[in-house]
């Protein structure tokens, strides 16, 4: 199955099923990025610079998109 990339976790280049947006604002996989976060490091996955905070949004509107995209594939 072919994913597109807006719906793939920047960080594990798989598909998202619980997407969160990092204060980097990037979207990534909510385990992958917390995952991330709990081994200490600050920085972006994606940039490598110090994250402003640690806090994550989920991304509603992405899940949807996804759910939609699995539905019809």
């Known amino acids: 199955m072919y994913v597109v990339a807006y719906i793939t ?4 280049q798989e598909l998202m099923y619980d997407p969160h947006v ?5 979207t990534y996989e909510g385990e992958a990025i917390r ?3 709990k ?3 600050g920085t972006s996955p994606m ?4 994250l402003s905070h640690f806090s994550l949004t989920p991304n ?3 899940r949807s998109a996804i759910q ?3 539905c019809r594939s």
Not at 22 to 26: L, P
Not at 47 to 50: A, D, R, S
């Open 39 to 41: 081994g200490g490091r």
């Open 47 to 50: 940039t490598n610079l110090t």
């Open 9 to 12: 976790c920047g960080y594990l």
């Open 68 to 70: 939609d995209w699995l």
């Open 35 to 37: 995952g991330w976060l």
């Open 22 to 26: 990092a204060a980097d604002g990037f």
């Open 60 to 62: 509603h509107a992405l």
